[in-house]
């Protein structure tokens, strides 16, 4: 139905999407969409490291020191200002 997209129809789309959002927006939004990108290739990175220590650990249940920890969730590399101490609750009740 939609066939192959050229470089006649690549180009119109181009045109589109730059009236539509303007030329001054689409940097700033390219920019965020890669940071975007970076936070959470890091924080997909981290599940697996945190998967792979859980399966080398042995299984002791979690003391309440292990509930109550505090981790730090990092940002982009070179982007410091977003770093922030996360406290993970247990309790699922509050709303």
Known sequence: ??????????ILILVVIILLFGAKKLPDMARSLGKSARILKSEAKAMKSEAKSDEAAPADPPGPE??????????APGDVTSSRPVTESTDTTKR
Not at 66 to 75: D, K, L, P
């Open 1 to 10: 139905m939609f066939g192959r997209l050229g470089a006649p129809e690549i």
């Open 66 to 75: 292990q509930s109550a920890a505090q981790r730090t969730i990092q940002a």
